[in-house]
């Protein structure tokens, strides 16, 4: 059986040659082929060339060069494209990830899983990286309905049918569980060792909360409305409307009193939360029109194995 490891890298040139080295060596001993895929995501250091040496030293480590950084979900996707094994592990480069547990997650997909996913368990790492993500895993938990405890986690192991169905953009490779559950694919976790970084300077932090959080939101869109965005527009549709009706209905009943209504902000009120609910629905057969269009011709099952 061959193995791919893709691994996304960006100025990490210090724990490139390392990493190759301790993934050959507790990788070679269970006794299956592998191949190496980095992707060097717009590095400015000098990690081409040490990949570039590597290449030359060991063809099983290939090198995926983009033309500037374009993030680590792209960098997935590339790799996912490129690698033939029929077990694809994601890998951080900062040597944060132990190598050795590699046997450990096949021992895992061998019980039957599709994707195992890594618990950093403890993480050592500082505040400033910890937090975030305690905050980002229990929204996902809570959104979800998954019961993982380490979503971000870079370090998986997967059936290559996972790597090749799920679609990857923004920061949704944080969510890689999330959307393998949605496919149908049994995912599990299990804690793995966690280094502290060697070399250069962590890229996670409070900052990228918001674009979690927007992407997070992305996710559960998908999960729920993509073939039926209706169902959510429609909702937000028939709140609106139906504020808007009782609002400008209690009016009405105050206007045939003989009351006066022309100076009232509730009258206002009213008649925009009717409209606001009108174009709610608009949006939604809007959405329901290009969801049709353009998902028709994609698949909404997947197959697990046909029986002739």
């Not at 895929?37 to 290939?62: A, C, M, W, Y």
């Not at 905050?135 to 997967?158: P, Q, V, W």
Request: glycine share 8%; aromatic share 10%; charged share 25%.
């Amino acid at each position: 059986m061959l193995i791919s490891f893709v691994i996304p890298s960006q100025d990490e040139e210090p724990s490139l040659r390392k990493l190759a080295e301790q993934i050959i060596a507790h990788a070679e001993p269970t006794g299956h082929e592998l191949e190496i895929i980095f992707i060097d995501d717009g590095s400015t250091d000098n990690s081409l060339e040490v990949l570039k040496g590597l290449h030359q030293e060991d063809p099983r480590i290939k090198v995926i060069r983009f033309r500037r950084n374009f993030g680590k979900a792209a960098a997935l996707m590339a790799g996912f494209a490129q690698a033939k094994g029929e077990i694809i592990f994601t890998m951080d480069a900062d040597l944060q990830d132990d190598p050795a547990e590699i046997p450990r997650f096949l021992a895992k997909l061998e019980e039957g899983y599709d994707l195992v996913s890594g618990w950093k368990y403890p993480r050592l790492d500082p505040i400033t990286k910890t937090a975030p993500s305690k905050l980002a895993n229990f929204t996902i938990r809570l959104g979800s309905g998954m019961k993982l405890h380490d979503f971000n986690c870079g370090y998986k192991a997967m059936r290559a049918e996972v790597a090749k169905e799920i679609k990857l953009y923004g920061d949704l490779h944080r969510y890689v569980p999330v959307l393998a559950d949605w496919r149908g694919f049994d995912v599990t976790e299990i804690k793995v060792r966690h280094h502290p970084r060697q070399f250069g300077r962590s890229k996670y932090g409070f900052s990228r909360l918001s674009r979690g959080l927007f992407d997070f939101i992305t996710v559960i869109f998908l999960i729920r409305f993509t073939r039926r965005p209706l169902h959510f527009f429609g909702w937000l549709g028939l709140i609106s409307l139906g504020l808007g009706f009782l609002i400008d209905g209690y009016l009405s009943i105050l206007w045939l009193m003989g009351h006066t209504i022309g100076h009232r902000p509730l009258l206002t009120l009213g008649t925009l939360l009717i409209i606001i609910g009108a174009q709610f629905f608009s949006l939604g057969l809007l959405a329901e029109l290009l969801s049709h269009s353009i998902l028709s011709r994609e698949e909404e099952y997947t197959i697990r194995e046909i029986l002739e």
